[in-house]
């Protein structure tokens, strides 16, 4: 595993909302043991702040609304020759519990879901999947290999699935996928299936691969309405998800800066 890898992974767990609370909190209380009263109050009320703000729905759903816009969900085009069509990876989990001993996470099972929808409408099209176990995961199957079983379960044909099982991230599902469109001919699509809140951050990663993918957007978290307005754990999830985006976007320009 690449130290650059894990270190993202981790700065990435420390900016969720929840982390960045229980963070101020410490200091705050740290303040109050040592006597600074003054200051370890404020840090204290800072992270109730912090944690009130991240779990408001109206503040959630204007934060992650614009991500989740960009781009409109896949519609059928006849005259659309699609060639390959992406489904990145989300996570899973295992076990004997399990109906099939794999159960996919809420964000792998939506862009499954709409992979497949698209395939169905594209006979001709291949149905990539990519992604790997996790970092100490127990998984015995990579995330690539757990969608395909669902799909097979689902009755979608084997020999119509291409897997990416040791892609950690999306360079690297765009790097792996780049190699097996580069046969594919002029008027032939590659299709990309990802979470609306990350298919902005995905479709710059796959761009700067050399590839031109169409969007396809799943997995909406976001609505135009104020989604209620008592503080909720989809709204820390939607503050999490806006943040955990922030993060990446701003790690993608880094890298192409570092790049020129």
């Avoid at 614009?66 to 899973?92: I, R």
């Avoid at 176990?133 to 757990?146: D, K, T, V």
């Amino acid at each position: 595993m690449e130290p650059l890898f894990i270190v993202k992974k981790l700065t990435v767990a420390l900016v969720a909302p929840l982390s960045i609370a229980l963070i101020i909190g410490i200091a705050g209380l740290i303040n109050l043991i040592r006597g600074r009263k003054k200051s370890g109050v404020f840090w204290v009320c800072l992270s109730l702040i912090v944690v009130w703000v991240s779990s408001f729905n109206p503040i959630a759903n204007r934060l992650l609304l614009p991500l989740e816009s960009k781009y409109t969900p896949y519609q059928y085009q006849a005259e659309l020759a699609v060639g390959y069509v992406h489904v990145l990876g989300g996570g899973h989990m295992e076990g004997a519990r399990l109906p099939g001993e794999v159960q996919l996470s809420s964000t792998s099972l939506a862009r499954l879901v709409e992979g497949l929808r698209i395939a169905n409408l594209h006979p001709e099209s291949v149905l990539v999947l990519s992604g790997y176990a996790g970092i100490g995961s127990r998984n015995q199957l990579s995330n690539a290999e757990a969608a395909k079983k669902i799909a097979l379960s689902l009755g979608f044909p084997e020999h119509r699935i291409q897997l990416f099982p040791e892609a950690k991230d999306t360079r690297e599902e765009a790097r792996s996928v780049a190699k097996l469109v580069g046969e594919l001919s002029d008027d032939a699509s590659l299709v990309v299936v990802t979470s609306a809140s990350h298919l902005p951050r995905a479709m710059n990663i796959f761009e700067q691969e050399g590839l031109s993918p169409i969007p396809a957007p799943t997995y909406f978290l976001a609505s135009e309405g104020s989604g209620g307005l008592y503080p909720s754990a989809d709204a820390v999830n939607k503050t999490q998800r806006w943040l955990y985006e922030q993060v990446g976007l701003l790690w993608v320009e880094l890298k192409a800066l570092l790049s020129e």
